[in-house]
């Protein structure tokens, strides 16, 4: 679409679950460590999904463009900018951290309370212009393809959960929800040479697509006893569970399926979510239980990954798009016909 000099199109978060696609001004780069990104492709994450529940799953500032979860091309830079120019190609950590809170100061920046979130707080990547800070870029050759580029910043919180749960090839994993962060731990857990992984998940769309996407085994979770299946299939339950989900229900069960010594990963957040979970079976149990939220110094690591083929992070997606079509893309998703869409917002590659 032909855009006048000074506007562009972008996807607007009006509030109260309304998401619009329009003509909006382009943003200029006004401070020295500005930089102004032309937008390569985005991804849609769950959590936008969230943001346009009603009531909301989680927070964004109306009148926000929404997005964080992106990459693209330099286009301009602020006259204090040393360490990019014109023409390069980055990939932005959409959480801009405020450094000097108790959080940040301990090592534990992604959960600094002062946070500013690209895409959510300030103007993210559906759009086909950005202003980010230098400080938020990081650097990713132009060889790793743009739908692949496009998936950096959830690897990247991906890796910080597989930090936590350190697992090993002959662990029994089993993963809960087959969207696009399900998916992403079903490659990396093929790419640490895990060799027993189960998909649960309703959908039969989605349950294809995790068999497509290396899991061993799917189970039905509105059919079929969990427990009883893995069980079936590998004599025992698990190691390591992961929950993708986040809706409070699957840590209930969770507990109940781990081994002695078990580790359970909660990835999935919803903040309308309530669990209810019997303390005595995680101490009689010894079990482990750990949340994981955003990117801990990870992007380098997925950065790195991104470039060895046999992560083969393209099997997830399903759905490439322009912006325009924004809305259609999240439908697919809510109605859980889409594993992982990429968004286009300023034409596709050729």
Not at 30 to 58: E, F, R, T, W
Not at 77 to 86: F, N
Not at 217 to 241: H, M, P
Not at 263 to 271: D, M, S, T, Y
Request: aromatic share 6%.
């Amino acid at each position: 679409m032909d855009q006048k000099a000074s506007t562009m199109l972008a996807a607007v978060f009006e509030g109260n679950g309304v998401l619009n696609v329009k003509e909006v001004p382009k943003p200029r780069v006004v401070k020295p460590d500005d930089v102004l990104i032309k937008v390569g492709a985005a991804s849609i994450c769950g959590s936008d999904l969230h943001i346009l529940h009603v009531p909301p799953g989680q927070y964004a500032k109306p009148g926000t463009i929404l997005g964080h979860e992106y990459f693209g091309y330099v286009e301009e830079i602020g006259s204090g900018v040393i360490h990019y120019k014109p023409g390069d190609t980055v990939v932005v950590d959409n959480l801009q951290k405020c450094h000097v809170c108790g959080p940040c100061l301990e090592g534990h920046d992604n959960l600094c309370p002062n946070v500013v979130v690209y895409g959510q707080t300030i103007d993210g990547g559906f759009s086909q212009y950005c202003v980010v800070k230098e400080s938020q870029l990081l650097p990713i050759p132009e060889t790793v393809p743009s739908y692949l580029a496009a998936q950096t910043e959830p690897l990247a919180c991906v890796m910080n959960g597989m930090k936590k749960i350190h697992p090993i090839p002959t662990d029994h994993v089993a993963i809960f929800g087959m969207g696009p962060i399900g998916l992403t731990f079903i490659r990396v857990m093929k790419a640490y040479g895990v060799k027993h992984v189960a998909a649960c998940e309703m959908s039969e769309i989605r349950r294809k697509k995790a068999l497509e996407c290396g899991a061993d085994l799917a189970i039905d979770l509105s059919t079929q006893d969990v427990e009883t299946e893995l069980r079936k299939a590998w004599g025992n339950t698990c190691d390591i569970i992961v929950d993708a989900v986040g809706v409070g229900s699957v840590f209930s069960q969770a507990v109940n399926l781990l081994k002695m010594g078990g580790r359970l990963l909660i990835f999935g957040q919803n903040a309308n979510a309530i669990s209810q979970v019997p303390p005595a079976v995680i101490v009689r149990n010894e079990l482990t239980i750990m949340g994981t939220y955003c990117p801990h110094h990870t992007f380098p690591l997925a950065i790195q990954m991104l470039q060895d083929p046999s992560l083969e992070l393209e099997r997830i997606i399903s759905h490439k798009i322009a912006l325009e079509d924004i809305k259609q893309g999240i439908e697919l998703l809510e109605t859980q016909q889409a594993s992982r869409v990429i968004v286009y917002p300023n034409g596709f590659p050729e």
